[in-house]
């Protein structure tokens, strides 16, 4: 079973930037799509961003041009970088599988709060 931890969240005033990490304890992450989700208190949790193992790259459309996904597959781990972040994106976020059928168990997630 693959084990995920995100980190990286934290404080930050709009218009600033974050980075996350998320890093599995499986290879076979290595070789899966995976996404960066995120929730926010009251809202479903929704998928913002995917990476294919070959580093083909989707972003919803509130984070597109914005946050950027990418991925070392030698440590196992895949990055969020979220530039020019609004109150919006106030929220935790997690690293998964792409889709529910291939989801692990989910991490503690990390959470990040922008102050407007």
């Known amino acids: 079973q693959v084990q995920l931890v995100e980190s990286g969240g934290g404080l930050v005033q709009a218009g600033g930037s974050l980075g996350l990490s998320c890093t599995a304890s499986?290879?076979?992450?290595?070789?899966?799509?995976v996404g960066w989700y995120r929730q926010a208190p009251g809202n479903a949790r929704e998928l913002v961003a995917t990476?294919?193992?070959?580093?083909?790259?989707t972003y919803a459309d509130s984070v597109k041009g914005r946050f950027t996904i990418s991925r070392d597959n030698a440590k196992n781990t895949v990055y969020l970088q979220m530039n020019r972040l609004k109150a919006e994106d106030t929220a935790v976020y997690y690293c998964?599988?792409?889709?529910?059928?291939?989801?692990?168990?989910w991490g503690q997630g990390t959470q990040v709060t922008v102050s407007s």
């Open positions: 998964n599988a792409d889709r529910p059928s291939r989801w692990w168990d």
């Open positions: 499986g290879s076979i992450f290595s070789i899966k799509t």
């Open positions: 990476i294919t193992r070959g580093s083909a790259t």
